[in-house]
């Protein structure tokens, strides 16, 4: 789909130009971050099982980060300069918390949230930075919140490395209730543009409008009214209830009020292929923070601990599988030719995922926002995995790859280590050292604080912001 | 799935760690001796002269109805054949079950999309003809020419009632009646020309997206005390509805918790009991499905190696024999069910049921109508029970061959309940030189143990391996075989103990049939489905150890289990919550 931005248009029906009546405001404005003139975006871009960090890391920082095997396609992509490597950022204090669950699950939990897989599913607490974010610029027009999409499909039985399949398989979590992710590019598709009603005439759309929005005020009195009969566990699910039922009388709002800067685009293909399903996503993705149809997506490449088959990347590989070729254990790098083409195979494909980040990345950046800026250029993206190192499980020197400086407020073109030496072998023997190492709380404090939003600690693990990282 | 089929790398220096955890996990939950008893009686006639070791633990967090109760319940509720819940958010599953409300969640999306379903039933039920017997039912006078307040409130509180599963307070009734005057009043509606056709539908819309239909809603009288206090009769009438057949109660079930028999009379129960399991669907498709892990069945069939199995070369084959071997298990679950068989029968019994592609894949006599699932003989055949079923076999494997340890996971978890740790991290693979050419997946084992003495813990102390090993006459897709790559399998196990010898899947089931765990676990499982009750947080193993006691005593059949459920005091009370 070309952007024409001189054709920019209304989309919306007779329906999207009436004014609600004033909807209670999901939150105290005062507390969050005036609208931006320019959108301000965040994606948050993840794959299952790690990578190899020594063929990852770059050995030096700054500008003039030497390329390494596994981030190549990241290195010579014309993003570079708006892409920041991290390295000695961990979600390590997690990693020390006894857990039945396996290092999958493990890490995957607080993987948006800091909050360990250890507490309670539904524990309030357990909200993911998308959301704080979400729900930050929930009054700034676009009318929905946010959305997450996986290439394959999440489990909704049995137990997932050990714990409930929730914690390892959504990543995004407001108070306890975990949001939906959506797993084709149509359902996706759906969510951000389907609703409208093109035929209806304007009265029609008013009084329809009229209907769902005192069936929604009755919906929530009534929620409102079960309250106070209620155990504090049953008080919270009423709440969460009552909240998706603000939020959703916040979307109509915003529907209401929204424009659209694009057309909409055709709704995209039924596909099952893994590749065709992540193009057409990532097409998605790009449309969407275009025609600012949502400002805040998460995706998963690859599943929590995915065990994908990669025999097309791989001709005449004898181990193509994602999760087996992950363990191809450090302590058996010796000689061993069945270890030695697991990480073959495990390096290409961790080579191939950063290709699709850099492709993602470049889609981003190939549009141009209405400041004139790139879209990417207003955007942050969040790349890592749940593990740092596929047959280590480790919670530390986790792969961030970020990009997009926020409309300027974060930094960009630089590998930044918080350990001296760069730490490229860090998982080959023993544990992390370093009392420099920073977590990812105290990197989604400084992502907020990009957003405008203050707060003081992030999940379990986030106390301070990351100056290095902030403009 | 993933976690499963990383099983088979160990590595020793995580090992050690986990010795403890192994021999500690199976002691603390096999043994119901172990338990302080609080010597409170048992409740609803499950009693006799025992005593029940622990009292009721945990409660019951608020739930939703997930998306199956949902299309279930509109569709009896309204007699429509849409689904709606189809295009709902997926579910969130805890303890492995979807109906734990601890995890199944709210969001903007699931309201977005009860709003369109609520939106489009309503439509479907006002445009049915006049002389519908459902329209009849819901909408008995007209209230939509022109007002008329006592027929809209007739509407509201039958309606309601219906949809509640419970008689309608009169101040839900009441405000119900306000949405609909509010609507139908408003300036933009009172210019249509049927004005009350919009309060009409806002009205029925709440009831659809209130609270009593949208929850299993139980309601504590004193919220904020931990004292267990009895259901409604209503509200157990909808336990006992959902737990069976995963929707609201039927006309009969109402009228009983209405009277107060169902509570009242434990043959009015029983025959109720009957009368709901006289459908099996749900309870097979909904409760075995998740128990059995059939998600990891469709997971394995979408990257199985067509290379190493023709039989699955092409999707049509592959969707065609795996539908095959989930419909085999359920059928068979729900032979257990409805015979008064022994629930060890599940790992034992000498049948199955076989359609034509099956017993193609099993190397067995074809049924006469090879497309109907056929009850048949397993004697003389190396089947027994449940785990020669190709749901099992096929489900745990890898995508060029079966997993002999998940085997003895799965084993170990779903069927015992005494799940081993997660695999840990950087487990070498198995060294290349020390595996000689064309290993057995026992050599290949033995070279593992021997290279990584320490894992023994886990691998050989639980019995996982021997598990495993008893079923490698079967290779990843359930077929029958005696070679492996070449050499003759030996399915020979010694177990942990020392002096238990097993040769061979008829002799692990029989072992396994009589160690104690599998009822347990059985009733474990059905109560967390049944109930919704996230086990991990509390003493449930203890209690559904001494729900599988009195079972026993009652006999030990998979009805009698459910019997003992449902009139546990688990499933007749709740409790609130402490501050």
């Known amino acids: 789909m070309t952007f024409d931005p001189s054709r920019r248009r209304f989309f919306r029906n007779a329906a999207a130009t009436i004014s609600l009546p004033f909807l209670p405001s999901l939150m105290p404005r005062s507390a969050w971050a005036a609208c931006p003139p320019t959108p301000r975006r965040f994606l948050a871009f993840s794959y299952g099982v790690g990578t190899y960090i020594p063929d990852f890391t770059p050995p030096t920082t700054g500008p003039n980060w030497p390329s390494t095997m596994i981030l190549d396609p990241i290195a010579k992509s014309p993003q570079r300069s708006k892409v920041l490597i991290l390295t000695g950022i961990d979600d390590r204090k997690l990693g020390t918390v006894p857990s039945p669950a396996g290092g999958h699950a493990h890490g995957a939990a607080p993987f948006l949230t800091q909050v360990p897989v250890t507490y309670a599913i539904n524990d309030t607490r357990r909200s993911s930075v998308d959301q704080i974010i979400a729900r930050s610029i929930a009054t700034c027009g676009p009318p929905v919140l946010s959305l997450s999409l996986s290439v394959e499909r999440i489990r909704t039985s049995g137990s997932c490395d050990g714990a409930d399949c929730a914690l390892s398989d959504s990543m995004s979590w407001w108070q306890g209730a975990a949001q939906p992710t959506y797993t084709t590019a149509q359902a996706a598709w759906d969510q951000l543009y389907k609703g409208f009603e093109p035929g209806a005439s304007k009265v029609d759309a008013e009084r329809r409008l009229k209907l769902r929005t005192s069936v929604l005020d009755h919906v929530a009195g009534e929620l409102g009214t079960l309250k106070p009969k209620m155990s504090k566990s049953d008080r919270d699910k009423v709440d969460s209830a009552l909240t998706s039922v603000r939020e959703y009388e916040q979307k109509l709002q915003n529907l209401s009020k929204a424009k659209l800067s694009c057309t909409i685009p055709a709704r995209p293909a039924s596909v099952t292929d893994q590749r065709m399903s992540t193009e057409l996503m990532m097409e998605l993705i790009k449309v969407a923070f275009q025609c600012d149809a949502t400002r805040v997506m998460t995706f998963r490449l690859t599943r929590t601990g995915s065990n994908l088959d990669y025999r ?58 209405s400041d004139g800026k790139t879209i990417l250029d207003n955007t942050v993206v969040y790349s890592s995995s749940e593990i740092a190192c596929g047959s280590r499980h480790s919670h530390w020197d986790l792969p961030v790859v970020m990009a997009g400086s926020l409309g300027g407020k974060l930094v960009t073109g630089q590998h930044i280590s918080f350990v001296n030496p760069v730490p490229v072998a860090s998982h080959m023997d023993g544990n992390p050292t370093g009392a420099t190492r920073r977590t990812i709380g105290d990197l989604f404090l400084s992502v907020l604080r990009g957003f405008g939003v203050t707060q003081p600690t992030f999940g379990d693990t986030g106390t301070r912001p990351i100056n290095e990282i902030m403009t | 799935m993933f976690d499963g089929r990383g099983m088979s790398r160990f590595s020793s220096w995580s090992c050690v760690l986990l010795l403890a955890s192994c021999a500690g996990g199976i002691g603390a939950e096999q043994d119901p001796g172990g338990m302080g008893g609080t010597g409170v009686p048992g409740m609803g006639g499950t009693g006799g002269t025992k005593v029940m070791p622990v009292a009721v633990p945990g ?143 806002a009205a029925l819309m709440g009831v659809l997206m209130a609270p009593p239909f949208l929850f299993h809603l139980e309601m504590d009288p004193n919220p904020n005390t931990a004292a267990l206090h009895p259901l409604t009769a209503f509200e157990f009438a909808s336990r006992l509805s959902y737990f069976l057949n995963a929707t609201m109660p039927d006309p009969a079930l109402y009228a009983e918790a209405e009277s107060g028999a169902l509570l009242r009379d434990p043959m009015v129960l029983k025959k109720r009991v009957d009368a709901l399991l006289g459908n099996l669907k749900t309870l097979s498709g909904n409760f075995a499905t998740q128990w059995l892990n059939f998600d990891d069945i469709d997971e394995l069939n979408g990257i199985l190696d067509p290379r190493v199995f023709p039989m699955f070369a092409t999707a049509a084959n592959r969707n065609a024999i795996t539908a095959g071997m989930k419909s085999e298990t359920l059928s068979f679950f729900s032979s257990l069910v409805t015979e008064a068989k022994p629930v060890e029968t599940f790992l034992t019994a000498d049948y199955t049921f076989l359609n034509g592609r099956l017993a193609t894949l099993y190397g067995m006599s074809a049924p006469a109508n090879p497309n109907a699932m056929t009850r048949t003989p397993t004697t003389g055949t190396p089947r027994v029970g449940f785990l020669t079923q190709g749901s099992f076999l096929f489900g745990t494997s890898d995508p060029s061959r079966g997993n002999t340890v998940r085997r003895g996971a799965f084993v170990l978890s779903r069927m015992m309940c005494t799940p081993p740790p997660p695999p840990p991290a950087d487990v070498p693979p198995l060294e290349a030189a020390k595996v000689p050419k064309n290993a057995t997946a026992r050599q290949r084992l033995a070279v593992h143990e021997n290279t990584a003495p ?126």
């Not at chain 2, 199956?68 to 958010?89: C, G, S």
């Not at chain 2, 598990?467 to 077929?479: H, M, P, R, T």
């Open chain 2, 59 to 201: 409660r019951l967090t608020l739930r939703r109805l997930n998306k199956d109760e949902y299309n279930n319940t509109v569709r009896d509720l309204l007699k429509t054949a849409k689904q709606p819940a189809n295009a709902f958010p997926e579910d969130q599953a805890g303890d492995g079950f979807d109906t734990v409300g601890e995890a199944l969640s709210f969001s903007a999306d699931l309201v977005a999309a009860l709003e369109v379903a609520a939106s489009d039933l309503v439509d479907e039920l006002v445009a049915r003809p006049p002389t519908d017997p459902v329209r009849m039912g819901f909408l008995p006078c007209d209230a939509v020419s022109a007002r008329n307040d006592a027929c809209a409130r007739q509407i509201i509180t039958g309606f309601a009632q219906r949809a509640f599963r419970r008689p309608v307070q009169p101040d839900e009734a009441t405000r119900l009646f306000a949405l609909w005057n509010k609507v139908a009043a408003a300036p933009e509606v009172v210019t249509a020309p049927q004005p009350q056709s919009f309060g009409l539908k």
């Open chain 1, 312 to 369: 097309w990347l791989l001709p005449g590989a004898q181990y193509t599988l994602s999760h087996d070729v992950s363990h191809h254990s450090f302590r058996a790098r010796s000689p061993d030719p069945v270890a030695a083409a697991k990480l073959d195979s495990f390096k290409k494909i961790s080579q191939w995922k950063m290709s699709q980040l850099a492709a993602m990345i470049g889609k981003l950046d190939s549009v141009t926002d």
């Open chain 2, 454 to 579: 320490d894992c023994r813990a886990c691998h050989l102390i639980t019995d996982m391996d021997a598990y495993g090993l008893s079923f490698e006459n079967f290779d990843g897709v359930g077929a029958y075989r005696t070679m492996e790559n070449g050499s003759p399998i030996d399915t020979a196990v010694t177990l942990a103990d020392g002096k238990t010898m097993l040769n061979g899947p008829r002799d692990l089931t029989t072992y396994l049939a009589q160690d104690g765990r599998f009822a347990p676990c059985v009733t474990r499982n059905l109560l967390t489905y049944g109930l919704g009750w996230k086990f991990s947080a509390d003493e449930g193993p203890a209690y559904a150890t001494w729900l599988a006691s009195l079972a026993r005593d009652r006999g030990n059949s998979m009805r009698s289990i459910l019997d003992v459920i449902i009139e546990s005091e688990a499933f007749r009370t709740r409790r609130g919550e402490a501050p």
